[in-house]
């Protein structure tokens, strides 16, 4: 079975661009999530979608991140424009019930 | 009131000795615990879930769930090096499929 697929694994950019990542979820996975992990914290959950639907965005800074999961499979999140503070990693899971979720790799973001 | 906590600090253990890390969560309808390991650079790695009052141990790891104090410790046995990592509490409240971590701690296993 494939595991959680994200792409980049790694970005560097400057403050105000624009960046994208992708995530693509373990076939069959309803559920899809987006983490921040900033250096020495917890993952922060930003954004939760079921099948197309956005369940929980309630911590996603609407203002600059937005995301999206077409058809119910692949996600993207995008934050424009970047700042400092977005320096982190994000991470993508999957799941199927209450009880499991699966980590794709994470990308790591640097903003300069 | 965050929904999970790891207040201890960064923990030093001899190898071959006894690590424990404790958690507590807030909503005490939660049903679900998770330890997460989380190596540098690396994403979190499940190595334990307990859904019930007690102990559960796998090999040289027990967790211990304590739902009327909203406790959760995990127990690493004989410490290796190998066990230097981030450890994540996670909890799955109620009203959610979702997971909430704590904030982690740091194990270092000195050999």
Redesign the interface.
């Known amino acids: 079975e494939a595991g959680v697929a994200q792409s980049p694994r790694y970005k560097i950019i400057e403050k105000r661009q624009s960046v994208a990542f992708w995530c693509n979820p373990i076939s069959g996975h309803a559920t899809l999530y987006w983490y921040q992990q900033i250096l020495g914290q917890g993952p922060k959950l930003l954004i939760q979608f079921q099948n197309n639907g956005v369940v929980d965005d309630s911590q996603l800074p609407k203002d600059r991140f937005s995301a999206e999961r077409l058809k119910g499979v692949d996600s993207t999140l995008k934050i424009q424009p970047a700042k400092l503070e977005d320096s982190a990693v994000y991470l993508c899971a999957s799941s199927f019930d209450r009880n499991h979720w699966y980590f794709g790799p994470g990308t790591r973001l640097l903003v300069l | 009131q965050k929904e999970?906590e790891?207040n201890s600090g960064p923990l030093s253990v001899p190898e071959g000795a006894i690590a424990s890390l404790n958690c507590t969560y807030s909503d005490r309808g939660s049903?679900?615990f998770f330890w997460y390991r989380q190596y540098s650079?690396?994403?979190?790695?499940?190595i334990m879930?307990i859904?019930s009052n007690g102990d559960k141990e796998d090999g040289r790891f027990t967790a211990q769930l304590n739902k009327a104090s909203q406790y959760v410790s995990l127990l690493i046995r004989d410490s290796q090096p190998s066990d230097s990592a981030t450890y994540?509490c996670?909890v799955?409240p109620p009203a959610?499929?979702?997971?909430?971590?704590?904030?982690?701690n740091q194990v270092v296993v000195i050999p």
Do not use: C, D, M, T
Not at chain 2, 41 to 46: N, R
């Open positions: 999970v790891q049903q679900s650079g690396k994403s979190p790695e499940l879930s859904y994540l996670a799955n959610y499929n979702r997971l909430a971590f704590g904030k982690g």
